[in-house]
């Protein structure tokens, strides 16, 4: 019995090895030298094993890298070294002006860059200490982040001790975790055969893997991760940044594949397009380049802004524009009635994913730019995320194109569509039609609403098709029985919708008024309603002038918002949601009218360490306004990564631009 439990802990070891070197050499080396079937045969011992034998399982195994027990909350933890955000252009000369700028501020010297692939990922920084992992954060506000150990332990590409026998004593490391393009897809195509929402572009579904508080979730997430640099050090001798990728890389750490080092801006200029040339090939996506001094003693010279590294600047791509064929107009119905024509595409691979299908916006849209049934167009990913159709290519028609009209009734229910004085847009008004229901759901059960995981596109088509909801207040009375009915939902899948449906019954106020999808009415205008009104029963017999003296409202939205609660259905539909066990919580009144912000109106745009709704609440706690829109009443635009048209606007109004940092300082936190 000895002996063969002595074969066993020798039989693990040499499989823990193994499976350990596949690993290293498949994500860190990219030389794997055995077939992913052999790989799988391997691991699946190693799991037998262990599972056979659960008292010898060791903390370092392979098979561990699954994720620990699931957190309440994620802990803050201090960067040794700040992570700094970089200054960011499109343009060439800029690139240009910046190389010039750090000559003048070191005259008679040779300043060599590095310019390499700006990672569309999620900054982070992990921090080791005589070689093992002590902990992974996120960038955060750049001096404090996220503690996601648990969840970068998941990432078999990031080693628990780093290779060598004479590591560092202290190396805090920086990069950028990704989700692999090709497993982005098919991770959004599980998602949807669960009816699941689906994630917008790799950089979402990587930032939202990491926020999750259960690293079994993000284990099964096909995350990478590319480290390009360093913050604080002991025991490290490398006095360029060009030194740091192969030393990455020799410590067991995965570094970017290409590089370039450059000294004038004649040859950074052509780095940067050999880099366009060729960036599509990586496993990741990338959004632009970045341009880095590579002495570290002349950065020190050079030193930093409020905000960025003297040294450093990044050049950021145009959105990729890609040719395919129109091959039909097809009109889809929104849950308020709205038509809208949508372009379905031959498929083609853009800025990260495969686009089959694009929104046309409305009819005066296509009339403007002349598309027609069967053209040959230009796409692109408006702020690498929507499709949209940019331009026709009108010298390649035959004359077989055709265009395209609208229908002049609902193409789903038959009903009468109209065109609302001053709207664009064609509108279906039956209610009882079954694509507005679909869409009306959906809108309900989305995140920024009553948030009910697992009540998706997919999902909301088979109850609807089923007949097992007719309005919203039907999924509040779904049961395991009903749901047993439907393709694809196991005992676990139902089990996890019925407890998200429980859990949606107590949301805030305002996100049970901006579920229930009142024409105009949007989650700024939702909160100012539940914080003026604070029940739904004193909403629902407020007046039109009532209504249009509340903060974001106005005269319309204070009609449609009145009929809304005129019309019999809707009452009813909000009387037996009551019924039922919904009991929206009404927020106690908290705001802090001494603060810096109170009275201020803030719109946020971009991609923020924090949900959205999260920030909105807490300016709303020191007595700021959120809003949805810039315009000329706007006090702030909280700007996060990747900011779109509203940052813009904001700059052409000279409206106050601020970060997470800034907003930070004027509360006092």
């Known amino acids: 019995m000895a002996v063969a439990r002595k074969q066993v802990k020798s039989r693990l070891a040499e499989l823990r090895e193994e499976v350990k070197k596949h690993d290293r050499l498949y994500y860190q080396d990219a030389a794997p030298v055995i077939s992913d079937r052999e790989y799988d045969r391997l691991y699946r011992e190693l799991v037998d094993l262990e599972k056979q034998h659960p008292d010898l399982v060791t903390a370092d195994s392979p098979t561990q890298r699954v994720g620990g027990k699931p957190l309440t909350a994620f802990r803050q933890v201090s960067h040794l070294a700040p992570m700094l955000s970089l200054d960011n252009t499109y343009s060439q000369e800029e690139i240009a002006d910046f190389y010039r700028r750090i000559s003048r501020l070191l005259p008679n010297e040779k300043i060599p860059v590095v310019i390499e692939p700006k990672v569309d990922g999620v900054a982070v920084s ?228 495969t686009v089959s299908r694009a929104t046309l916006h409305n009819e005066d849209e296509i009339k403007r730019k002349d598309i027609r049934i069967g053209d040959t167009v230009v796409i692109e990913k408006a702020g690498e995320v929507i499709p949209a159709v940019v331009e026709v290519k009108t010298a390649g028609r035959t004359g077989k194109e055709k265009r395209f009209r609208m229908p002049e009734t609902c193409p789903v229910c038959g009903g009468k569509v109209v065109r609302d ?49 007719h309005d919203v207040s039907d999924i509040y009375e779904l049961t395991s029985e009903k749901l047993a009915i439907l393709e694809r939902t196991g005992e676990k899948s139902i089990t996890n919708l019925l407890n998200a449906i429980e859990t949606s019954k107590t949301r805030p106020l305002w996100r049970l008024i901006f579920a229930l999808g009142i024409l105009h009415v949007g989650a700024s205008a939702s909160r100012a309603l539940a914080t003026h009104f604070r029940s739904i029963e004193n909403l629902m017999s407020a007046t039109v002038e009532e209504l249009q003296r509340i903060p974001d409202v106005g005269e319309i939205v204070g009609k449609s918002i009145h009929d809304f609660f005129q019309e019999p259905r809707n009452r009813k539909i909000i009387q037996r949601l009551e019924k039922l066990g919904v009991r929206p919580q009404i927020e106690p009144k908290k705001e802090k009218t001494d603060s810096a912000i109170a009275g201020s109106t803030w719109v946020i745009t971009g991609t923020l360490t924090k949900p959205r709704e999260e920030i909105a609440e807490l300016i709303i706690a020191y007595g700021g306004k959120v809003a949805g829109s810039v315009s000329k009443k706007t006090s702030y635009v909280l700007a996060g990564e990747q900011p779109g048209s509203k940052l813009e606007k904001a700059k052409q109004l000279g409206i106050r631009i601020v970060t997470e940092t800034d907003l930070k300082k004027l509360l006092g936190r």
């Open 126 to 353: 992990l921090l080791y200490r005589e070689g093992k992992l002590q902990h992974a954060a996120t960038r955060g506000d750049g001096v404090l982040g996220d503690d996601i150990t648990q969840n970068i332990r998941t990432i078999r590409a990031v080693p628990d001790r780093l290779r060598g026998s004479a590591p560092p004593k202290l190396l805090e490391v920086r990069g950028e975790v990704y989700m692999d393009k090709r497993g982005f897809e098919k991770l959004n195509q599980e998602r949807k055969q669960s009816g699941l929402p689906l994630f917008a572009n790799p950089r979402n579904a990587a930032a939202g893997s990491l926020k999750q508080l259960d690293p079994q979730i993000v284990a099964q997430r096909p995350l990478g991760i590319v480290l390009y640099g360093t913050g604080a050090a002991e025991g490290l001798d490398v006095k360029l940044h060009s030194q740091v990728f192969p030393l990455l890389r020799k410590l067991g750490l995965t570094s970017t594949e290409k590089w370039w080092v450059a000294d004038s801006v004649e040859k950074i200029l052509k780095a940067i397009h050999e880099l366009d040339s060729i960036r599509k090939d990586f496993p990741y996506q990338t959004d632009g380049a970045v341009v880095k001094v590579d002495s570290f003693a002349q950065r020190q010279k050079l030193g930093f802004t409020a905000k960025s590294p003297r040294w450093a600047i990044a050049y950021k791509y145009e959105a990729e524009r890609v040719e395919t064929r129109l091959i039909d107009i097809t009109v889809q119905v929104g849950r308020t009635g709205t038509l809208t024509p949508v372009a379905h595409l031959e498929p083609v691979f853009v800025s990260g994913s």
């Open 421 to 469: 004085e001053g709207q664009v847009a064609l509108r279906c008004i039956n209610s009882q039609c079954p694509a507005q229901l679909k869409r009306r759901i959906e809108h309900f059960a989305s995140r920024g609403a009553m948030d009910i995981e697992g009540l998706g596109e997919v999902m909301v088509e088979q109850l609807v098709s089923n007949n097992l909801v």
